[in-house]
């Protein structure tokens, strides 16, 4: 079982930029596909960006692409979701996720993290 842990968050201005952290106990997370997703107030969880078990691979939602980029680093069980360029609707809880292989469902989702992002 993977625990993961989301960190980073905060309040920005318009423009700015944060960078979280996904940080996961476990050996077997650098095996796993590992997702982004967000939840503002009111509204349904959404995808944000996906990158794949050895970080070759990388999917974005149009909402970020060009703004938001996922890395990985492995050696520290840890994904990273940079976020450039921030817009007040990019305001919400951040939680990431890890995909079962078999199933393809997202699962261990951690607590979140909140970023405000003020205009």
């Known amino acids: 079982q993977v625990q993961l842990v989301e960190s980073g968050g905060g309040l920005v201005q318009a423009g700015g930029s944060l960078r979280l952290s996904c940080a996961a106990s476990?050996?077997?997370?650098?095996?796993?596909?590992t997702g982004w997703f967000r939840q503002a107030p009111g509204k349904e969880r959404e995808f944000v960006g996906v990158?794949?078990?050895?970080?070759?691979?990388?999917y974005y939602a149009d909402s970020v692409k060009g703004r938001f980029t996922i890395s990985r680093d492995n050696a520290k069980n840890t994904v990273y979701l940079q976020m450039n360029s921030l817009k007040p609707e990019d305001t919400a809880i951040y939680y990431c996720?890890?995909?079962?292989?078999?199933?393809?469902?997202?699962?261990?989702w951690g607590q979140g993290t909140q970023v405000t992002v003020s205009s």
């Open positions: 476990g050996r077997t997370f650098s095996s796993y596909t």
């Open positions: 996720a890890v995909q079962e292989t078999n199933s393809g469902k997202y699962s261990s």
């Open positions: 990158i794949s078990w050895s970080g070759s691979n990388t």
